[in-house]
Nanobody, 128 residues
């Protein structure tokens, strides 16, 4: 069982930055691919970014690529999502998720159904 707790959300002006954190429980954190998803009211939860267990591979939604970085500290059981040049359309509840994947396959990694554990979410609001 893995428990995930997000933090770092808030209100920021367009063009600003935020760093989201997700702290995980458990002793096998490095065996999980960690993903970030976001959801707005009335819409499905969409993939934002993911990082492999070692941290050596990352994958981003096209609309955040170049503006965001994802990293992890396996010693601290924590994954981070740094978002820069934020836009109002980035406003959403952001969730972190953990999943086990046999291979690093982007088609699998961007599907929320493939993640077993989820945090409670943290609100990000970007004002124009």
């Amino acid at each position: 069982q893995v428990q995930l707790v997000e933090s770092g959300g808030g209100l920021v002006q367009a063009g600003g930055s935020l760093r989201l954190s997700c702290a995980a429980s458990g002793r096998t954190f490095s065996s999980y691919v960690m993903g970030w998803f976001r959801q707005t009211p009335g819409n499905e939860r969409e993939f934002v970014a993911a990082i492999s267990g070692s941290g050596g591979s990352t994958y981003f939604l096209d609309s955040v690529k170049g503006r965001s970085t994802i990293s992890r500290d396996n010693a601290k059981n924590t994954v981070y999502l740094q978002m820069n040049s934020l836009k109002p359309e980035d406003t959403a509840v952001y969730y972190c998720a953990a999943g086990v994947f046999p291979i690093w396959n982007m088609g699998l990694i961007r599907e929320r159904k493939n993640y077993s554990y989820w945090g409670q979410g943290t609100q990000v609001t970007v004002s124009s």
